[in-house]
């Protein structure tokens, strides 16, 4: 029981920082499509790339 609780907690902590980040990328996201950004440019992680047919992106990271 204890390890299950162990693992229930790591899993939990994975998770807390999986939707941290989401939050983060659709904050940034949020203010990208506001123009509050002195940079035009969009940074790469809010970037969505086109996949080719055997599974990798046009540039060149796997997906």
């Known amino acids: 029981m204890e390890q299950e609780l162990r693992r229930a ?9 999986i939707i941290g980040n989401a939050r983060t ?14 940079d035009p440019t969009m940074p790469r ?4 790339n086109e996949v080719t047919e055997n599974g990798k992106a046009l540039d060149g ?3």
């Open 45 to 48: 992680v809010l970037q969505m």
């Open 61 to 63: 990271v796997r997906h």
């Open 9 to 17: 907690d790591g899993i939990s902590k994975i998770a807390t920082q």
């Open 25 to 38: 990328i659709l904050s940034a996201q949020v203010a990208y499509q506001n123009n509050e950004s002195a």
